[in-house]
């Protein structure tokens, strides 16, 4: 089976524009989960989807959305970057929300 | 402040030696996850401890879920420069939302 993918791997954004990050969960798996991994705050929640709903949404501005389509594949953006935006973004997917979860490499958001 | 506090935060050994990272937390989980992640990539999944107690063993790491739930270990013996990576864990709180640990942090030097 392949794993979870993520496009693009790498990005570099100025201030105030938008940005749109894909993942393709893992064959099967209806779940999918967004985090954002900075040094300073670690892995931090952003939203998860099941079955095209989003089901749970962390501590995060309304610029960052998220949606998810029937075949499961996922999309989160982000509006009117900021610098304290640059980070890792991972996206999981899971076969049930709230089981194991499998991560993707997730993609480097710089913003300059 | 995090859900989940991980220790030590930073651990440079030597090739060999053993190790213990400790994921604690005043809160009770439903489960609890341990991730191992290198530079550039994302987590890779280790382990699932469901039950209080519960102990698993995969290969020279050994994961134990405390008997409340509220706090979990990982042992590693006699390791090695392969094992160098961050350490996560991650639990899963109210079979609502996983929050992860701020992570440990292992150099296994040869």
């Known amino acids: 089976k392949a794993g979870v993918t993520q496009t693009p791997r790498y990005l570099i954004k100025t201030r105030g524009q938008q940005v749109t990050l894909s993942c393709s969960p893992i064959s099967g798996h209806r779940s999918v989960s967004w985090y954002q991994q900075t040094p300073g705050q670690g892995l931090q929640f952003l939203f998860e989807y099941f079955s095209e709903t989003q089901r749970n949404k962390g501590n995060f501005p309304g610029r960052f959305s998220g949606r998810q389509f029937s075949n499961s594949r996922s999309e989160m953006n982000v509006s009117t970057l900021e610098l304290g935006d640059s980070a890792l973004y991972l996206c999981a997917s899971s076969s049930e929300p709230y089981n194991e979860q499998f991560f993707g490499p997730g993609t480097r958001l710089t913003v300059l | 402040t995090q859900l989940l506090e991980q220790s030590p935060q930073f651990l440079s050994i030597q090739e060999g030696e053993n190790l213990t990272v400790y994921c604690n937390s005043s809160s009770v989980f439903s489960s609890l996850q341990w991730y191992r992640q290198e530079p550039g990539e994302g987590p890779v999944l280790l382990v699932t401890v469901v039950t209080g107690g519960e102990v698993k063993k995969l290969k020279r790491l050994t994961f134990q879920f405390g008997d409340a739930r509220k706090d979990s270990s990982l042992h590693i013996t006699a390791a090695q420069p392969g094992d160098t990576g961050l350490y996560l864990c991650?639990?899963?709180?109210?079979?609502?939302?996983?929050?992860f640990g701020s992570g440990t942090k292992l150099n296994v030097k040869p």
């Open positions: 991650a639990g899963l709180y109210n079979f609502n939302k996983f929050y």
